[in-house]
């Protein structure tokens, strides 16, 4: 019986003390921090962990510089808080970086106010990353030279954090740690209709893939469902004070554009902060921040050619860059927290991504407004407190429940690893050894991994071409990660599909075979599925939408 076959049987048949409707970044550290701690938890998602605004961020783990101009000091405090705190956990995941913003002429700021910008937010990071350095135009070339320095007065570097695989990925290990601690966790499962009656909610919910209908039983709702949170409530009824105002923002992944491994900041040509940013063999470049109406949303023309506009006119290219060169793109709506006070015209360009908790406590019914990664570890923590005081017992409630495994498991690991001689056994073009990723990717389950590889040699072998994944991994996901779409692997579990062109993943030997490995006899019905998703893609072709208005977020 497959991982999620079983879950889905344990979802029909358990009473919860918790379910949590939505598999993003929020909704997996609630899974995480509750299961860890004692409490019975269900989770659904109608897509995929992490299949919207999580997986669509600029990968970035960072204290919320931005909001000094807007004299936000007490978030910037809390958020580089939880930037260093993320650092010390996750020290193979979330890792400084160095950021190299070009200030241009007549830019609002006179560069030296930027440099004491960064200097104040040094300070309030804790002096835990490097000092910041300002520079001329000529020093700024010297150091990197494909920023364009026609129109530039200075640069200032300073150091902030980035997710070296990518969020999806992160946030899909949060949903993995829970299922560890006994969660019955769904992808592709969609809740229709939850009802409050005699001290419990009703969940009827239908699995999208077999199209039965599923009854769930939870003491405690948490709604983690992101820019769907208050179409979610209601419909069950729930008065909240906080609702969302939606900002669409889009990325661009093109071929490596710097050999650098530091991210570019600009200013846009509406002002905002915009950012090319290293992604392994390639460059993710944007970002735009459209306020939009709808959750739903897909890159329109008018996003792709500013995002190319800007990068053309900022960088120092060979020729500029074109439709052509787009190997993959990222859209993704923020959920911005407003109070229900407030009506469509709040100033949403000045929103914070701060989150918010409403609570129901008769109902014991949660719902999560708002909120970025940088955050998450307060989330989770936030959502036991209160768990705890509706009546509902985490009988380890100092469990810790988040980083990585204890160094005594990781020494183990690349004892065996360096036995195996893995770093020297495996071919691929990444600088970076073999064991630091597998280790960074699935922590103490590496170990099985190194297994898999001593019985059977080709789980050493990559499998597709460029990707830089071997064959045991996937042998792995087919087991551990609940894969139900070849979407699901190529695109969140892993990176794949954001940078291997799509022809050329199209025709990559491996693909067929790892769909074998993945859905077995249904092989050719999901990657027929999968060819077909990516053929009417919207996003490799120009949209019908209205250009839309791009404008600055403080």
């Known amino acids: 019986m497959s991982l999620r076959s079983r879950n889905i049987g344990r979802l029909q048949s358990g009473q919860f003390d918790v379910l949590i409707l939505g598999g993003g970044i929020n909704g997996a550290v609630s899974a995480a921090a509750l299961a860890a701690r004692g409490a019975r938890v269900a989770l659904i998602d109608r897509g995929d962990f992490a299949g919207e605004t999580s997986s669509n961020s600029s990968n970035l783990a960072w204290g919320g510089i931005k909001y000094l101009e807007s004299g936000e000091y007490l978030l910037v405090n809390k958020l580089c808080r939880s930037r260093n705190q993320l650092m010390r956990a996750y020290p193979s995941t979330v890792r400084e970086i160095r950021f190299l913003a070009s200030v241009e002429n007549g830019f609002r700021k006179p560069p030296w106010m930027l440099y004491a910008g960064t200097l104040l937010y040094w300070l309030f990071g ?6 910041p350095e300002i520079m001329g135009p000529s020093r700024l070339k010297a150091r990197e030279p494909v920023i364009n320095t026609a ?7 300073y150091s902030d954090c980035y997710l ?6 992160f946030t899909f290990n949060f949903i993995r740690s829970a299922m560890d601690y006994d969660a019955s966790a769904a992808n592709y499962v969609e809740c229709q209709e939850l009802t409050w009656t005699d001290g419990f909610w009703h969940a009827r919910a239908q699995d999208l893939e077999s199209g039965n209908t599923l009854q769930i039983k939870a003491k405690a709702v948490i709604n983690a469902c992101g820019p769907w949170a208050d179409k979610i409530n209601q419909g069950s009824g729930q008065n909240t004070r906080h609702r969302h105002l939606f900002s669409k923002g889009i990325h661009l992944i093109v071929e490596r554009l710097t050999d650098s491994n530091r991210i570019l900041t600009f200013f846009a040509s509406d002002g905002r902060l915009f950012f090319v940013i290293p992604m392994g063999p390639k460059t993710c470049i944007g970002t735009t921040d459209t306020q939009v109406e709808s959750a739903e949303a897909q890159v329109s023309e008018a996003d792709r050619q500013f995002v190319l506009d800007n990068a053309n006119a900022l960088l120092n290219l060979p020729r500029p860059l074109t439709r052509e060169d787009i190997i993959a793109e990222r859209c993704g709506v923020r959920p911005l927290a407003v109070s229900n006070g407030e009506g469509k015209q709040a100033d949403w360009v000045k929103l914070s991504r701060k989150h918010a908790i409403d609570v129901n406590e008769q109902q014991r019914h949660l719902s999560i407004f708002g909120g970025k990664l940088t955050d998450c570890i307060n989330v989770g923590e936030e959502i036991c407190e209160i768990i705890s005081k509706l009546d509902i017992d985490l009988p380890y409630a100092q469990r810790i429940w988040y980083g990585e495994p204890h160094k005594s498991v990781y020494a183990e690991y690349l004892h065996q690893a360096r036995l195996m001689n893995l770093d020297g056994m495996t071919p691929g073009s990444s600088s970076e050894k073999l064991t630091s990723r597998l280790w960074r990717r699935y922590g103490a389950s590496s170990l099985e991994l190194l297994e898999g590889i001593r019985e059977n040699p080709s789980w050493g072998e990559l499998l597709i071409d460029n990707a830089e994944y071997l064959r045991g991994e996937v042998e792995m996901a087919a087991r551990r990660e609940m894969v139900t779409r070849l979407d699901d692997f190529l695109r969140r579990r892993s990176k794949i599909a954001q940078v291997v062109p799509k022809d050329a993943l199209r025709d990559a030997p491996g ?3 790892a769909c074998v490995i993945l859905f077995g006899d249904r092989a050719e019905e999901k990657l027929a599925e999968y060819l077909q998703s990516q053929s ?5 072709k120009p949209t019908n939408a209205e250009p839309s208005t791009t404008e600055p977020n403080g």
Do not use: I, M
């Open 151 to 157: 129109a530039t007065q200075a640069g200032v570097e």
């Open 511 to 513: 693909l067929r075979e």
């Open 536 to 540: 009417s893609e919207p996003a490799s």
């Open 126 to 131: 804790r002096g835990k990353t490097r000092l």
């Open 164 to 169: 070296y695989d990518n969020d999806a990925r």
